[in-house]
C-alpha cells in the first residue's frame, strides 16, 4: 500500500451544533464548513441575528488549503478568553475551512478568565468531537483512454489498484473510447505507469494532469 502524500488539514463534513452549561451560562457551539472569508462572515452573521438576544457571540475560523488565513473575536468578552482560545482548538486539530461561534447566554455568575478559557474552547472540542472529519490531500489526475472493446477488463483491474494504493476514483466517461481517470498521490505515480504498462503489455500509457486538493473518502 502507497504512504499518503502531502498531508494537509482537514475540515468537517457538515454542520454541528452542541451546548454546555457552566455556572448558569449557556454556551451554544455551532460549527460550520466553508470555504472562503465571505462565507464564513456570512454565517457569524446569521448566528449574530438568530440569536440575536445572547450576550456574546464569538468567533474564530481558519481558510484555505494550508489553513493560511486566520481570524478570531472576543465579541465583548475580556481579550484574549474567547475568540483566542478557540482557535487553539481549531489549529490544535489541524483543521481549516471552518468557522466557529460559540454564544453564550450569561447566568449571571462570573467566571474568571480561567474559567471563561475553559468554557470557550471546551465547548467548540466537544462540538468537534461529535464531528465527522473529512481528510484532504494533493492528488495527480491520472487519464486513461482504452477501446470499449478492452474497457471492462480495465475498469475491473484499476478500480482495486486505487483501492491499494490510496488513490481516488473518478467516474469514466464512454465515447468512441472509454476515458477512466483516477486521482494519485505523487508517491504512486511511478508505480500506476508501471502496474499499466505490464496489465497493457505496454499497450497503455497513463497522461498525467494537473494536481489539485481532494476531499478523501471516510476509511
Request: a negative charge; hydrophobic letters at 45%.
Amino acid at each position: 500500500m502507497s504512504t499518503a502524500s502531502s498531508p494537509l488539514p482537514s475540515t468537517i463534513a457538515a454542520r454541528v451544533e452542541h451546548e454546555v452549561v457552566i455556572k448558569k451560562s449557556r454556551f451554544i457551539a455551532t460549527l460550520v464548513p466553508v470555504r472562503s472569508i465571505a462565507e464564513a462572515d456570512a454565517e457569524i452573521a446569521a448566528r449574530r441575528k438568530h440569536y440575536w438576544d445572547a450576550r456574546h457571540n464569538c468567533t474564530a475560523l481558519v481558510i484555505g488549503t494550508h489553513a493560511d488565513q486566520q481570524r478570531s473575536s472576543d465579541d465583548g468578552e475580556p481579550s484574549g478568553t474567547a475568540g483566542v482560545p478557540m482557535l487553539e482548538v481549531l489549529r490544535h486539530r489541524d483543521l481549516t475551512d471552518l468557522v466557529a461561534v460559540v454564544t453564550r447566554y450569561f447566568g449571571g455568575v462570573l467566571l474568571g478568565a480561567g474559567g471563561l478559557v475553559r468554557a470557550y474552547s471546551g465547548a467548540v472540542a466537544e462540538a468537534l468531537d461529535g464531528a465527522r472529519l473529512v481528510r484532504r490531500e494533493i492528488l495527480t489526475q491520472v487519464t486513461l483512454d482504452i477501446p470499449l472493446a478492452d474497457a471492462g477488463r480495465l475498469d475491473n483491474w484499476l478500480r482495486e489498484w486505487v483501492a491499494a494504493h490510496g488513490a481516488v476514483w473518478d467516474e469514466p466517461t464512454w465515447t468512441e473510447v472509454a476515458r477512466f481517470q483516477v486521482l494519485v498521490p505523487a508517491d504512486a505515480l511511478g508505480v500506476l505507469a508501471e502496474d499499466v504498462a505490464a496489465f497493457s503489455a505496454g499497450t497503455l500509457v497513463p497522461v498525467t494532469g494537473d494536481r489539485r486538493v481532494v476531499d478523501l473518502p471516510p476509511g
